[in-house]
């Protein structure tokens, strides 16, 4: 590629600046990322000039970005986290799967995937220490968008207890509470054991706080699963089964929730022949999962650790 030998321009006023920085950008070789710099540039720079911004408001602003990193650990992402919370997540997730191929619909990853999970056999719990609350019993199928089982799916589990955190914010649970890893079988099933999830507040002692406070929003999550299931030959699902109220769902604090991936959790006050010995009340969900053909790859963990 040939680079044009721009002329450098002194900056005399708001006009000058963005064509400007755009000009010192114009020998970026790579095509996307050119692109990408190229449109930031663009949409910051009006977005500065549409809003004006006190020197003490960019300033502040700052600080807050600042914040982010500063409240980032390997417990807690709060870069992810803000992301979730304006919208930007949920964005992504949509752009880049929009279900229209008859698979399950995606929901955004989350800050608190720490990956590495046990490797657990069929129907085993992963309540790995004491957690109060109703018994869960989850099955399912993993297939492709035509009906047909695949086996050795990999279902990448983990959900918040019913007090609402994760084991990783919580000194009091046991390492890997409720995550686990589970493979199908022949014909694309899967089941596990679990706890009712509940709905909780995302964390709000850091400037993503600071924020939802100033715009008078709630912090709260409605109750899911997370999943992330994958397969050679398939597009890695990233998603959450939901059980709320629809108020809760239509008011999630990160935008994720969806009609399709709503699971039927029900209820069981009485015994049932098919689980045997199951303290009542417990709960059952079964949900089928369609994978379409791709190419199968993992997301980076945004966390890699417990709170100590």
């Known amino acids: 590629m040939q680079h044009v030998t721009i002329q450098p321009k002194l900056i005399n006023t708001i006009a000058d600046v963005t064509p400007t920085v755009l000009a010192a950008m114009a ?10 710099m190229d449109s930031l540039v663009r949409h910051l720079h009006a977005f500065i000039i549409e809003t004006k911004p006190t020197e003490e408001e960019f300033e502040g602003g700052l600080r807050w970005l600042t914040a982010l990193g500063h409240h980032t650990n390997e417990s807690n992402n709060e870069v992810v986290l803000a992301a979730d919370v304006v919208g ?11 279900g229209m191929q008859g698979e399950t619909m995606s929901a955004l990853l989350g800050p608190f995937y720490r990956g590495q999970a ?11 220490s004491e957690t109060p609350g109703p018994t869960l019993y989850f099955k399912g199928r993993v297939t492709g968008v035509g009906g047909a089982p695949i086996e050795g799916a990999k279902l990448d589990v983990w959900q918040a207890s019913p007090v609402g955190l994760y084991e990783n914010q919580d000194a009091g649970q046991d390492d890997f509470n409720l995550r686990g890893v589970f493979r199908t079988d022949a014909d694309g099933s899967f089941n596990f054991v679990s706890v009712k999830p509940a709905g909780y507040p995302i964390p709000v002692d850091g400037p993503v706080g600071d924020l939802l406070r100033a715009q008078h929003r709630h912090p709260m999550r409605p109750a899911h699963v997370h999943f992330i299931v994958s397969a050679p030959g398939h597009k890695t699902l990233v998603t959450q089964i939901f059980s709320d109220t629809d108020d809760a769902l239509a008011t999630d604090v ?3 929730a969806k009609t399709q991936i709503i699971g039927d959790f029900v209820e069981h ?17 079964a949900y089928q999962f369609k ?5 199968s ?7 890699s650790g417990k709170k100590s």
């Open 27 to 36: 020998r970026t070789s790579d095509p996307r990322l050119k692109q990408i």
């Open 88 to 98: 930007a997540s949920t964005l992504i997730d949509l752009i880049n799967n929009d």
């Open 118 to 128: 046990p490797e657990c056999v069929s129907g085993e719990c992963i309540a790995r």
């Open 254 to 256: 990160v935008f994720g």
């Open 269 to 285: 006050t009485e015994p049932h022949p098919d689980y045997p010995g199951a303290p009542l009340p417990f709960y059952t969900c």
């Open 291 to 295: 994978l379409v053909e791709g190419e």
């Open 297 to 303: 790859s993992y997301p980076v963990p945004p966390i």
